[in-house]
């Protein structure tokens, strides 16, 4: 990146392919010229995917899908005529590791097909994130009922295949994105409960996580708590990024909404409690953050609280609403 005056231009590259993005037409062609100085190009103008992902440019907004490559999963797998289904993961369904008792089918179709989910839930469709992580848990032994379950998952993509996020051109905001944190206590294997976080910027996500926590928590407290720590390394990742591109006013805090009052009382007050006393020092950084005010913690309630959608399976109505709140939405 670099800048002249308010002007600037962002060179992404990713192997041998490269996004130029500029303010003007004036830098995007320097930018061009000082590149083809230095290597062979070949300018194919406005970009229509990269890395596997589509994209869909207009004046206002910007959309990423990746239609074409659930397309191709779906038809190698036989399913792209399959009957859809509403949702990645069945609510009313507890998975366990191999519940038939069975050496399970040790092939390596099962990773494989994850491996693809993997990509596209990281790349463009957090909706299906916890569902692809939940069943990564099952990879060295699946059985009948992971099987079933990893066909739900692209039964759910036959139906929203052309899904995508968009961003917004939005009216200059001081806070330019913000965060939701949530976790799902004791709701994976060995006790452990699951954090999710995404951070919402232009109406859409722009980055998200599900993953079962590192340490067995006590209660949902301190597993809301937990989850409030790790969504707050990922905003100052985030406004390092966003200062260094200068979008983003260091003495503002980035907002993260939570929605247990326990958890957010302890983020806020780092007085010693005898019931806190056991958490792990890692997990207090967040006191420190807020303290200084790099990072603001807010309350909602749990209907609002959008990374719902990435500690568990929800039901229909729930999940879309989440879902919609993320910015995906049929192209």
């Known amino acids: 990146m670099w800048r002249d005056d308010d002007d600037f231009v962002i060179l992404a590259v990713w192997v041998d392919d490269m996004l130029i993005f500029a303010t003007t037409e004036e830098l995007k062609n320097k930018a061009i010229a000082d590149v083809e100085n230095e290597w062979e190009i070949t300018d194919i103008g406005v970009p229509t995917k990269i890395v596997g992902i589509e994209l869909m440019i207009s004046p206002d907004t910007i959309s990423i899908s990746s239609s074409s490559y659930i397309n191709s999963i779906l038809t190698k797998e036989g399913l792209d005529k399959s009957n859809a289904v509403s949702t990645p993961l069945d609510p009313n369904i507890t998975l366990v590791p191999n519940p038939e008792g069975t050496d399970g089918n040790r092939s390596n179709d099962y990773a494989r097909v994850l491996g693809e989910l993997q990509y596209i839930a990281n790349a463009t469709r957090p909706d299906i994130t916890y569902a692809v992580n939940r069943l990564a848990s099952y990879t060295s032994n699946p059985s009948i009922q992971h099987y079933t379950a990893l066909k739900r998952i692209l039964r759910y993509l036959s139906g929203t295949r052309d899904y995508c996020i968009t961003y917004r051109a939005l009216p200059e905001k001081i806070d330019f994105f913000s965060g939701y944190a949530d976790a799902a206590y004791a709701n994976a294997e060995q006790n452990r409960s699951v954090t999710g976080y995404v951070f919402i910027a232009g109406d859409g996500a722009i980055t ?102 990435l500690t568990k399976a929800l039901p229909r109505q729930k999940h879309l609403k989440h879902t919609t709140e993320m910015g995906l939405a049929p192209a």
């Open 208 to 309: 998200w996580s599900s993953k079962k926590q590192i340490s067995t928590a006590l209660s949902s407290v301190q597993a809301e708590y937990i989850a409030l720590s790790e969504a707050s390394r990922e905003a100052c990742w985030l406004r390092n990024l966003y200062t260094e591109l200068g979008w983003l006013k260091e003495d503002m805090p980035t907002v993260i909404k939570g929605d247990n009052d326990g958890s957010i009382a302890m983020a806020k007050n780092p007085k010693f409690h005898k019931r806190t006393k056991h958490i792990a020092v890692r997990w207090h950084w967040i006191r420190e953050l807020v303290q200084e005010g790099t990072v603001d913690i807010d309350t909602c309630r749990d209907p609002d609280q959008t990374a719902d959608i």
